[in-house]
């Protein structure tokens, strides 16, 4: 079983961050770790985070994804120590935290982070950007593909049902321009419909 474990300052249900989790989560048997990084002391409104994290284990169990978590002071030791206790992990994702600088002078970064961890930190920005970049992508390829299987269907429709004509007028004329007009049709309907092909399998994500 994989694990991811998140680090977050302010938990709440139907977060980005939470939705995240649930994408790279489901299907994987993954267990979500939840590390709450107290920003005043484990002691100061437990009862608030206990429900909170409550609310989120039931979230993640609505989506068959097992979630455990600790609440940790932001104390460099602890939090370094707690986070090495989790180990191994899959991956760490990081939500809205800001380190102090008395956690950073002790030397608790992302860079350390991941020599404790010995696995993949991103942020939820990170995985914001990322998923907001495969969306423009994939728009990106469905108008390329509308675009060239809009000049597939021209070929198809306009072309092939006038190719006698043409080859009577132009083609098979024997002459310069013919054999120009030949080769730049074949040239032409081979990129269009090689191009048309080739998108198709990664738009739908059919490639193996």
Known sequence: MKKIVVIDSNW??????????????????????????SAGGAANGAGNVKETLNAVREELASEGIGFTSVVVDPDAKDFLS???SL???????TGSIRFSEKMKKNGVSFES???VMNCPVTTAEAFSSMEKKAHRSKRSG?????MYAAGSAIIYTVLFPNVKMLNEKLFMTGTV??????????VLHAWIWGN???ILPKLFKLEK
């Open 113 to 115: 982070l991941k020599k």
């Open 177 to 186: 321009l013919g054999a120009l007009a030949t080769m730049a049709v074949v």
């Open 82 to 84: 707690k986070l090495e």
């Open 87 to 93: 180990k191994p992990a899959s991956l760490v994702l």
């Open 196 to 198: 048309t092909t080739h």
């Open 12 to 37: 709440v249900t139907g977060s980005p961050m939470l939705r995240y989790v649930i994408q790279a989560s489901k299907g994987n048997d993954t267990e979500v770790c939840g590390v709450f990084l």
């Open 142 to 146: 469905l108008g390329k593909w509308l």
